[in-house]
C-alpha cells in the first residue's frame, strides 16, 4: 500500500477535535483534543462550548498530525471530514476547516458520515472489511444495526434506538450512582468488582410483541428508569447503595440486549462478520460477550482498539482513503455541515 493516496481525516462532530492521517489502511498519525474536561461539571457534553474548543484546538491539532506522520499538508492527496451527523456548531468548526486546507492547499475534499467512519476505521486494525457484513454501532448518541453491502456506496440500516442510545444510558446510569461523566468507563471499572446476575434489571425491546415490531430497535429508557427506582427504593430505606453490583447489572442488560440483536441480525442475512464500533464498543463486557456468544455461531467478530472505538480523525481518514480506493467522486466545496445527516448517506 506504499503507492495509496495519503489522506487526512477531520473529526469535530462533538467534543473530540480529532485529525488523522492514513496510507491505505496504514496509520501514520492520530492527533486528539478533547475538551470533555470542559463539560464534566454540567453532566454532558454543552454545544457551545464544544464548538469553542473546535476553534482554538483545530490549527495545533491538525500541526501535530501532520509532524507526526512527516508530512506537510502539501503531501495529502484528500481531505475528509466529517459532515454529519452531530452537534451543527462542532461540524461547522471542522467542516470550514477542512474547505480552508483544501483551498489553499488545491487538494479535494470529501464529506463523510460520522457513523460510517465508525465502520471503516476497523479496516486500520483487521484489514479490508468483508462485504457483506453486520456493523453495530454504540455511541453516546446512536445505537444502530446496519447491513453493509458496499460501504464506499451506502448502508442499510436495519434497526436504531427509539429513545435513549447506549451510551447516553450508560452516562445516565453514572450520574446516579455518583460516578465522573462521562459514564461508560466509569461503569465498566465498578461492574468489574459487581455481580452482573444480583438485580434483574429488564431487556428492553425483546419480548415477543416487541420483537414482532421491533426485531433490531433498541431501547434504554426504560432500563435507565429501572435502575434509577432501584437506587431510590435503597436510599428511601436507608440502605447502601451497592455500587458495583448495580453498575455490573446495569452494564450486562445492555450488552446482553446489543449482542443478541446483532448476532440474530447476522444469522438472519447469512453474515458471518460482524463489526462493532462507536465510543461503547470499548466497554470490555460488550467485547467478551459478543466473541464468547459470536463463537458458538461460526461468526467473527471485529472491534477496533479501545482509543479507535471512540471519536477520532483516523476513522475520518479510513472512511475517506476506502472513498478514494473506490473512485468516489469528492464533494463541492460548497458542502454542508448536516447535523441529521441520514445514516444511508455515506459520502455528500
Not at 98 to 104: P, Q, R, S, V
Not at 138 to 153: E, I, K, P, T, Y
Request: charged share 20%.
Amino acid at each position: 500500500m506504499a503507492d495509496a493516496p495519503l489522506i487526512l481525516g477531520i473529526e469535530t462532530s462533538c467534543d473530540e477535535t480529532g485529525i488523522g492521517i492514513v496510507r491505505g489502511h496504514t496509520l501514520l498519525a492520530d492527533a486528539l483534543a478533547s475538551s470533555v474536561a470542559e463539560h464534566a461539571r454540567f453532566g454532558g457534553v454543552v454545544p457551545e462550548v464544544a464548538s469553542r474548543a473546535h476553534l482554538e484546538a483545530i490549527v495545533p491539532t491538525m500541526d501535530r498530525a501532520l509532524a507526526e506522520a512527516g508530512v506537510t499538508i502539501a503531501d495529502i492527496d484528500a481531505i475528509a471530514v466529517t459532515s454529519g451527523p452531530g452537534l451543527a456548531g462542532a461540524l461547522l468548526v471542522g467542516v470550514a476547516a477542512a474547505k480552508g486546507y483544501a483551498l489553499a492547499a488545491e487538494k479535494p475534499v470529501y464529506g463523510v458520515n460520522h457513523l460510517a467512519a465508525h465502520v471503516a476505521v476497523d479496516t486500520l486494525e483487521h484489514g479490508p472489511l468483508p462485504e457483506p457484513a453486520i456493523a453495530l454501532l454504540v455511541s453516546g448518541g446512536h445505537s444502530s444495526l446496519l447491513l453493509v453491502d458496499d460501504l464506499a456506496r451506502g448502508v442499510t440500516p436495519l434497526g436504531a434506538t427509539i429513545d435513549d442510545a447506549a451510551g447516553e444510558a450508560f452516562d445516565k446510569v453514572a450520574r446516579l450512582l455518583g460516578l465522573p461523566f462521562p459514564g461508560g468507563p466509569y461503569v465498566d471499572r465498578e461492574a468489574a468488582a459487581g455481580d452482573p446476575a444480583a438485580i434483574g434489571f429488564p431487556r428492553g425491546l425483546t419480548a415477543a410483541k416487541d420483537l414482532a415490531a421491533h426485531r433490531y430497535d433498541f431501547s434504554f429508557s426504560g432500563l435507565k428508569t429501572a435502575v434509577a427506582r432501584w437506587v431510590e427504593a435503597r436510599q428511601r430505606a436507608g440502605e447502601p447503595v451497592p455500587v458495583a453490583d448495580v453498575a455490573a447489572s446495569f452494564q450486562e442488560a445492555v450488552c446482553d440486549v446489543l449482542t443478541a440483536k446483532a448476532l440474530a441480525a447476522c444469522q438472519a442475512h447469512g453474515v458471518d462478520t460482524l463489526v462493532i464500533g462507536g465510543g461503547v464498543a470499548a466497554n470490555s463486557r460488550l467485547r467478551v460477550l459478543a466473541e464468547q456468544r459470536a463463537a458458538k455461531l461460526g461468526i467473527r467478530v471485529r472491534v477496533p482498539r479501545p482509543k479507535l472505538c471512540t471519536d477520532n480523525g483516523a476513522m475520518v481518514a479510513a472512511l475517506g482513503s476506502h472513498l478514494v480506493a473506490a473512485g468516489v467522486a469528492p464533494s463541492r466545496l460548497d458542502l454542508p455541515a448536516d447535523s441529521a445527516l441520514p445514516l444511508t448517506t455515506v459520502s455528500v
